[in-house]
């Protein structure tokens, strides 16, 4: 058996695929694909220069293997490996890296960490008002026929600056301008729609959903941008309403309106990774014309998200909303709810909480489940998730 040794991988899930590390490798033992940047464990040495260049983090991940994964197989990652179990000698010194290591890692798979079972390193708060990201406007599309109900697909693009963004995150928008005290606004929050590899994949761009207010000041800017303004943005933010890595948990995703932007991004991500948990989504908007993404919606399979378009405001039809649906399809909703693995997303209006939440009570107690008990353990486990407005 080969002596183990300290293997240096990149995170795939969270890399942004800037390849300064690559660049900055003295001797070369960092390369990529169309997929991923690997590290060659023939030719790196530990010398650590790649480590503080990563915008990310990304880079900073070892295992004690006995054989090194190879480059076909790092290229192949879509996460990275446990911490394979490996035995080290008895007498191993205490002072012994590999065997300190190990009993790191080995001490992190027994339970004493009890991370969610959730994206686990979000990146935050690279940007802020002082040192915004400035991204140029690439796209401004409108994804609504109704002529009262502007909603926008507004694609950004941070060209050669980092910006690390997972599904589920959201960045801020500073509108130009100062208030009436002459500062500067402060950022206004919106979901990013697009997933983790860009709005195209391998761009690195990023996707909004932004629905024009009356009034509103930050919308109003973004719905009127054309291709080639430039935006200040912060960010990225948010550390919870994350998916989880793992590609077969099931996803129950509920929303309103342009609370649809984050289910965007875990559908793209999943349907880019090759995921299997399947997702069922409860998607609530007034009219057909009025819901954002319905076009391409149509076109995602089944087998991926199994669709709940629900309608409040068809004439001659009875207002539906996302709870009444659930309702209907209770005894789907108790499977996903028995199912230990179900991570559940809930994003839009506030006033979808209540309604949300009696249906739960009910489908629960079908089950034999209190709901309160049953969500508080699934939000302490990181499988329930909320994000309203
Ligand atoms: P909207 O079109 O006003 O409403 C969407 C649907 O929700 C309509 O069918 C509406 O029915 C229904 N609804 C109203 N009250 C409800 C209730 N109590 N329970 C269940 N459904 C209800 O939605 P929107 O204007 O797009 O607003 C969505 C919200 O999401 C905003 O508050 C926004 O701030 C928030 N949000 C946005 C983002 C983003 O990135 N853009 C991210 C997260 C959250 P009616 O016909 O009765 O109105």
Known sequence: MNAPLKQHLIDPEICIRCYTCEMTCPIEAITHDDNNVVVDADICNGCMDCIPVCPTGSIDEWRVVNTPYTLEQQFEFDELPDQEDIEVAADAADDDPIAALLAE????????????????????????????????????????????????????????????????????????????????????LYSVSSPRDGERPGFHNISLTVKREKGGLASNFLCDLEQGAEVAVTGPFGATFLMPSQPDTPLLLICTGTGSAPM??????????????????????????????????????????????????????????????????????????????????????????????RAMITIAESIGHPWGTLRDAMRDEGRYHVETY
Do not use: W
């Open 105 to 188: 890692a080995h001490k992190g798979a027994g339970g004493v960490s009890k991370a969610p079972a959730t994206a686990a390193k979000p990146t935050i708060n690279m940007y802020n008002l002082g040192k915004p990201a400035m991204m140029k406007v690439q796209g401004n599309y409108r994804l609504t026929d109704d002529p009262d109900h502007d909603v926008r697909h507004i694609i950004l693009d941070p060209a050669a600056l980092p910006f690390p963004v997972l599904e589920g995150q959201s960045v801020g928008i500073i509108p130009p301008g100062v208030d009436d005290e002459g500062k500067a606004h402060l950022p206004r």
């Open 264 to 357: 965007r991004a875990f559908t793209m991500q999943r349907q880019r990774a090759g995921a299997t948990g399947g997702m069922t989504m409860f998607f609530g908007a007034r009219t057909p014309e009025s819901l954002p993404y319905f076009g391409p919606l149509k076109k995602v399979p089944e087998t991926l998200l199994k669709q709940h378009l629900v309608f409040s405001r068809i004439p001659g039809q009875d207002k539906e909303y996302v709870q009444d649906r659930m309702m209907a399809y209770a005894d789907d909703v108790a499977a996903l709810l028995e199912n230990p693995k179900t991570h559940i997303y809930i994003c839009g209006l506030a006033g979808m909480e209540d309604g949300v939440e």
